[in-house]
């Protein structure tokens, strides 16, 4: 070796350890699930729009992505607001950094044919994922109906195995969204309520921890980038979308036409609204707390200055 | 075209004829129907040729199928042969640049083997025994058939992701056009060309024709997605549109369109076309978009950039930009400016210091480099160039006054310096002409950047004549304090306000006792020897005062007045001496000159003196005096027998005795030896002067005791009166009584005798 190679592999070794004492080696670990509104961030994987410096851990349901948030194994994650509300709760402060979809008709009440009004649903057994979204639909649906929660037999489950239970007869009525409502509809399921009817409340976002905000911006940012990135190409290039949607889904392209029926996929713009000071989110999540802490889904109320954040928000997606 | 030409006239003929009347029966119209031949003109005909069909029938118009390729289908356009037209969305999208268009009437959902899609894209194409291709970036450098630059699947989209794959085929690919996609797949299949881009279903087509095609290609970068029926190798599309040109009338448009929606996927028309129908128009963004990023037409010309378009997108650069050049050019003009005050004030300095009337000098290790006029002229140089590069005991003599040598009082003086401290001191010059200078000089450290050193600031302040002035001051202090004269100040109005040691001395007043206090002066004058001082600038006199212990003495005083700088007068200088002594012996020697030693008589001098006076007296009065002359008998043979002592005592005692028989008014003398004389002033009558000579010749027989011995001697007297008839003076007078004492002695001693002319 001569001297001047040496000196090559040297400067290399130093700015080696220079950046691995850096964040470089720490991504931000991102937990996701499958649901339509989350698509724009496995879009953006897909076709390398997503920075380095984000990592999607790509779980089953919600519970993966709330429970690795709280063990700390996750600094970021797609939730639904109730969901990063309870995360909240139970000691680790987030942000929510953007709103990648609002439910308009996506959480949904199917009932069995005999019931045919919300009120009918006195007494019957509803099945319902109460750790998740769902919980907040079926407030929703009892206060509407004008009942309350000891009125009717509440049936705390997961919504991948509601289909089983209503095959078997241990429920009534489910509060799911796709695809598990469609495998209900087909078992003969109405729906009677869905959250079209409760517009702006059910929101779907991208939470960071507080940490991870503060000493991961950059990754943060590149996070939401990613989200706009690939929401950019479902909107736009839907043609193309769908099949990846679907393929990823194992469902058909025209279910994935149904699906993105059921949401709204706000823009920069929305975002930067829902997102705002004392905004719809910030809104939201009041009404949320006082739901949850009301009916013990959750204990403490998360203490926050700001729980929305738009500032990591790309200025344009030009 | 001739019969469409036909029906128009004839619209417009029926128009004018029946004056706005609307025929409610049209006549059969012809609609062309331009289809792009993607693939074999017959190959687009046999399939597309029902779809006219049925829409003739649906829509009542005759629709006439024309296939063409891309420049036969732009020709046709351009000259308005056609109605309807069904072409890819690249080709769309020039179309629609070059002409407005309405818009997308629909977009055909093409239909495979029960599986129905609106999306296109494109698929990559090589020989499957091509083991040196198996991902996109292996294309790079090879050679590519495609069928053209407008084709959405057999161009753009496979471009696209080739450029995302980091291969720009316009610059590293071989390109070869080839009109349709079977010659594309030929060209490869042939092994003419590496790779080949065709649309989504066109390989399945080839397929159904050719199975072993199956085998002999690969699909290289294949995208899985369930639910799309083709193998594709890029991202999706919109399928094909159907667009109506903008000279169609709406009513054609919409029976076309509604004849268009209607079509079921089971209708043979669809079945023969492999489509499943139309949809409604789907959005084109995304094929947009990829021409965009593909530079193509219409997107080929690169946007011209106006400098709004820079300042929108750059706002924030261009601003801060802008306010730092401003910035930079403001802080330039201010240091520009900023940088000519300095000069002017430098050089204003540097002629400050230059022409300063203190010398002024600049020491860097230990020697001038730079100096003022001032400190040229101090030293008597010329030029500055005689100072530059030497030092301080360049110029100075050997030794200082204060003992040190100038080069050792120099380095001692630059250390302290050195270290930080101001040094003051005096020093002594040599100046050009030899003549010494006294300064006060100064010597400050200057801190300047980049020197270790400080630099030495040296000032010299020139106190030449302060030094002589102090030596004369000191030398008057001396001369104040040493004056065996006692001097003394006073303010104006004679209060001592100093006094030097002899005043003590002579006036036994100490200082504290004498300051304050009025001089010894005259007493009877006093203030009026203030007066006359002060009126003449001096006065001088003697006068007696006395000692503080109570002895008498005399002082002879000079009084000077002091004058301020207004002519006020401000003190008094007095100086005197005690001259008591002096005094005394001028009266002893006076004595000495008109007293006889041995009896205290007045000697002859002083007789002559009061016989000229008493005889002014007696002619002033008018009455007569006697001098009488008197002379011892028989004295020698006492001095010889009983000594000079007793001879002595014996003239002593004669003396009182003569003395004391003779008034006070009158004068006896004794002329010398035993000869004595006497003045009888106012002698009335010759009576009572008989018997005062009686008296007197008694009085010396008388016998004396002296030296143990009774002596007993006569006296021969002769006298004469005066004023006589002639004028005579005091030794005619004298004589004349001398002369009778002679004739007293002839007579036979022991007698008196008055002087007569005859008698002599």
Redesign the interface.
Same mark, same amino acid.
């Given at each position: 070796m001569n001297r001047r190679h040496f000196l090559q592999l040297s400067v290399a070794a130093v700015s080696a350890i220079g950046v691995g004492g850096c964040s470089g080696t720490a991504p931000l670990r991102t937990g996701i699930h499958p649901w339509i509104g989350y698509e724009p961030l496995y879009l953006a994987e897909e076709?390398?729009w997503l920075s380095n410096s984000v990592h999607l851990l790509k779980g089953a349901a919600a519970s993966d992505s709330m429970s690795g948030l709280l063990s700390g194994e996750l600094d970021a994650a797609a939730l639904t607001l109730d969901e990063a509300l309870r995360v909240f709760s139970q000691g680790i402060p987030l942000r929510i950094v953007a709103v990648t979809n609002v439910s308009v008709g996506a959480d949904m009440l199917v009932v069995k044919p005999s019931i045919t009004s919300l009120g009918s649903l006195s007494g019957r057994a509803i099945g319902v994922e109460l750790g998740g979204v769902s919980g907040v639909l079926l407030f929703a649906v009892l206060e509407r109906a004008g009942l309350n929660t000891d009125q009717v037999s509440v049936i705390d489950l997961p919504v991948h195995r509601h289909p089983e239970a209503w095959q078997n007869g241990i429920i009534d009525a489910s509060i799911c969204y796709e695809p598990t409502a469609t495998a209900l509809m087909k078992a003969g399921g109405t729906r009677l309520f869905d959250s079209s009817q409760i517009p702006e409340t059910i929101f779907d976002t991208l939470v960071v921890t507080e940490q991870a905000a503060r000493r991961q911006p950059e990754a943060v940012r590149d996070l939401v980038y990613g989200h706009f990135r690939g929401l950019r190409h479902l909107v736009?290039?839907?043609? /193309?979308a769908?099949?990846?949607v679907? %393929?990823r889904q194992?469902i %058909?392209? /025209?279910a994935v036409h149904q699906s993105l029926a059921t949401i709204m996929l706000p823009e920069l713009s929305a975002n930067q609204r829902y997102l705002a000071y004392h905004g719809r989110i910030e809104v939201v999540a009041r009404r949320l707390t006082d739901v949850l802490i009301r009916e013990g889904l959750m204990e403490t109320r998360p203490v926050y200055d700001r729980l929305a954040d738009p500032s990591f928000l790309p200025r344009s997606m030009s | 075209m001739s019969r469409r030409l036909v029906g128009c006239c004839l619209t417009v003929l029926l128009w004018s004829v029946a004056g706005g009347w609307q025929p409610r029966v049209q006549a059969q119209q012809d609609v062309t129907l331009g289809i792009f031949a993607y693939r074999p003109e017959p190959v687009i005909q046999e399939r597309y040729a029902q779809l006219a069909d049925y829409l003739s029938r649906e829509s009542g118009l005759t629709v006439r199928l024309q296939v063409l390729n891309q420049d036969a289908m732009n020709r046709a356009l351009s000259a308005n042969q056609i109605d309807f037209f069904l072409t890819n969305p690249s080709h769309f999208l020039v179309i629609r640049s070059d002409r407005s268009l309405t818009g997308v009437l629909a977009t055909v959902q093409r239909e495979w083997q029960g599986q129905s899609?609106?999306?296109?894209?494109g698929v990559i194409l090589v020989r499957a025994a091509r083991d040196d291709i198996d991902g996109l970036s292996d294309i790079r450098g090879k050679s590519i058939a495609t069928p053209g630059m407008f084709f959405l699947g057999g161009y753009q989209s496979p471009a696209l992701e080739l450029k995302?794959a980091g291969v720009d085929i316009l610059r590293y690919n071989r390109m070869v056009h080839l009109g349709n996609h079977d010659r594309v797949i030929r060209a490869v299949q042939a092994g003419d060309v590496d790779v080949g881009f065709v649309r989504t279903g066109v390989f399945e087509e080839l397929v159904l024709d050719n199975p072993a095609l199956m085998t002999e290609l690969k699909i290289i970068n294949r &995208?899985?997605?369930?639910?799309?029926p083709f193998v594709v190798s890029t991202?999706?599309?919109?399928?094909w549109p159907l667009v109506s040109l903008p000279h169609v009338e709406s009513r054609v448009v919409r029976r076309i369109a509604s004849a268009l929606f209607a079509l079921e996927p089971d209708h043979p028309a669809a079945i023969a076309a492999s489509i499943s129908g139309f949809s409604p128009p789907?959005?084109y &963004?995304?094929v947009e &978009?990829l021409a965009r990023t593909l530079r193509m037409s219409p997107y080929d010309q690169v946007p011209r950039v106006t400098w709004l378009d820079v300042l929108s997108q750059y706002r924030v650069w261009v601003i801060t930009v802008v306010v730092l050049f401003v910035l930079l050019v403001i802080s330039s003009f201010w240091l520009g400016r900023k940088k000519r005050q300095l000069a002017i004030e430098e050089r204003r300095l540097r002629e400050l210091i230059a022409s300063w009337p203190q010398p002024m000098l600049m020491i860097r290790q230990g020697a001038f480099v730079d100096c003022n006029r001032a400190a040229v002229v101090l030293l008597g140089y010329n030029s500055e160039a005689s100072l530059l590069g030497k030092g301080l005991p360049a110029f100075s003599p050997d030794k200082q006054p204060d003992g040190m040598l100038s080069l050792q009082k120099a380095d001692a003086s630059m250390r302290q310096v050195a270290a930080g401290q101001v040094v003051q001191s005096e020093w002594v010059f040599e100046r050009s002409d030899g003549s010494e200078i006294w300064v006060d000089i100064t010597l400050a450290p200057v801190y300047e950047q980049g020197q270790d050193a400080p630099s030495v600031l040296c000032s010299w302040y020139d106190i030449t004549r302060r030094k002589h002035a102090e030596e004369r001051q000191r030398l008057a202090l001396r001369v104040f304090e040493n004056a065996r004269e006692a001097i003394f100040i006073t303010d104006a109005h004679g209060v001592v306000v100093d006094i030097n040691d002899a005043y003590s001395e002579i006036t036994g007043r100490e200082h504290k006792v004498a300051v304050g206090s009025l001089p010894p002066l005259p007493l009877d004058e006093g203030s009026a020897i203030l007066i006359a001082a002060r009126k003449h600038g001096v006065w001088s006199g003697e006068f007696a005062s006395r000692h503080r212990k109570g002895h008498p003495t005399i002082l002879s005083l000079t009084l000077s007045s002091v004058f301020d700088d207004h002519d006020e007068l401000s003190h008094f200088v007095g100086v005197f001496t005690d001259i008591t002594q002096l005094k005394e012996t001028e009266k002893q020697l006076r004595t000495m000159a008109h007293y006889d030693a041995l009896t205290g008589l007045p000697n002859r001098v002083l007789f002559s003196d009061r016989l000229q006076q008493s005889m002014a007296q007696a002619r002033r009065q008018g009455y007569q005096l006697a001098v009488i002359y008197i002379d011892l008998d028989h004295f020698k043979p006492v001095n010889d027998a009983f000594g000079h002592d007793a001879g002595d005592g014996l003239l002593i005692e004669l003396a009182r005795r003569m003395r004391a028989t003779l008034r006070e008014e009158d004068t006896l003398a004794r002329l010398g030896g035993d000869e004595f004389a006497a003045i009888i002033v106012n002698v009335s009558d010759g009576h009572t002067l008989n018997a005062l000579l009686s008296r007197l010749l008694t009085t010396v027989s008388a016998a004396a005791w002296v030296a143990g011995h009774s002596v007993e001697v006569s006296a021969s007297l002769g006298y004469t009166l005066y004023p006589q008839d002639c004028e005579l003076d005091g030794d005619q007078l004298l004589r004349q009584a001398d002369q009778a004492m002679y004739r007293a002695k002839r007579d036979g001693k022991n007698r008196y005798c008055k002087f007569s002319d005859s008698s002599t």
């Open positions: 076709f390398g736009r290039s839907m043609h /193309d769908v099949y990846r679907a %393929t194992g %058909t392209p /025209d | 899609t609106g999306s296109i894209g995302d &995208q899985r997605l369930s639910g799309f991202r999706l599309y919109p399928e789907a959005d &963004q995304s &978009q």
